[in-house]
Nanobody, 123 residues
Framework: QVQLVVSGGGLVQAGGSLRLSCAAS????????MGWFLQAPGKQRELVAA???????NYADSVKGRFTISGDNAKRTVYLQMNSLKPEDTAVYYC?????????????????WGQGTQVTVSS
């Protein structure tokens, strides 16, 4: 089993920055892909960014150039640096991980989930 613990999030003004962290524990070396999803009220959970152990990354078009996903492979910790935040980025953000070795935008393809953290961007 793998446990994911999320930290970061909060309230920020538009144009500001936040950094989210997600640390894996337990059988963390079984994990190959880690990602961040967001879920806005009344909407489905959607992929924001993902990273595979070798360092390859994938981003949603809406965050390209503003968000950066990075990871410490040895610690199985992943970060999401969010810059130039917009009010439409407001959502609950979730960390997810899986043992697969490919990108997938479907939430049900990820076996492990951390607790959500609220990100609120005020205008």
């Amino acid at each position: 089993q793998v446990q994911l613990v999320v930290s970061g999030g909060g309230l920020v003004q538009a144009g500001g920055s936040l950094r989210l962290s997600c640390a894996a524990s337990g059988n963390r070396f079984s994990i190959n892909v880690m990602g961040w999803f967001l879920q806005a009220p009344g909407k489905q959970r959607e992929l924001v960014a993902a990273i595979i152990g070798g360092g390859r990354t994938n981003y949603a078009d809406s965050v390209k150039g503003r968000f950066t996903i990075s990871g410490d492979n040895a610690k199985r910790t992943v970060y999401l640096q969010m810059n130039s935040l917009k009010p439409e980025d407001t959502a609950v953000y979730y960390c997810a991980a899986d043992t697969s070795n490919y990108f997938d935008s479907r939430p049900n393809m990820y076996d492990y989930w951390g607790q959500g953290t609220q990100v609120t961007v005020s205008s």
